[in-house]
């Protein structure tokens, strides 16, 4: 049975950074992508950012580009989330997500980890 398993969620100040992490494990395969998303109380989840497994390459939302960069560790099973300049629009519960072919949608989704950003 496939898990996703976030941490490091937390409270921090305006300016501040924080990295998330999402532990993948009952799959002896590689993933083809994994990522994250965030929803904000009251709004629709959205897209934050993505790596492809294989090759590395990482996307981000327009809104965290520059701010947030997305790592993985393929021995770990294991995909980062480094969100630097954290602003207050960044409050919200944020969920790791991987797919498992290019044709799917995401497949399998974690239990989400709450970031707050205080003003």
């Known amino acids: 049975q496939v898990q996703l398993v976030e941490s490091g969620g937390g409270l921090v100040q305006a300016g501040g950074s924080l990295r998330l992490s999402c532990a993948a494990s009952g799959r002896t395969t590689s993933w083809y992508r994994m990522g994250w998303f965030r929803q904000a109380l009251g709004k629709e989840r959205e897209f934050v950012a993505a790596?492809?497994?294989?090759?590395?390459?990482?996307y981000y939302a327009t809104s965290v580009k520059g701010r947030f960069t997305i790592s993985r560790d393929s021995a770990k099973n294991t995909v980062y989330l480094r969100m630097n300049s954290l602003k207050p629009e960044d409050t919200a519960v944020y969920y790791c997500?991987?797919?498992?072919?290019?044709?799917?949608?995401?497949?399998?989704w974690g239990q989400g980890t709450q970031v707050t950003v205080s003003s």
């Open positions: 997500a991987a797919q498992i072919s290019a044709g799917s949608q995401y497949n399998y």
């Open positions: 790596i492809s497994w294989a090759t590395g390459i990482e």
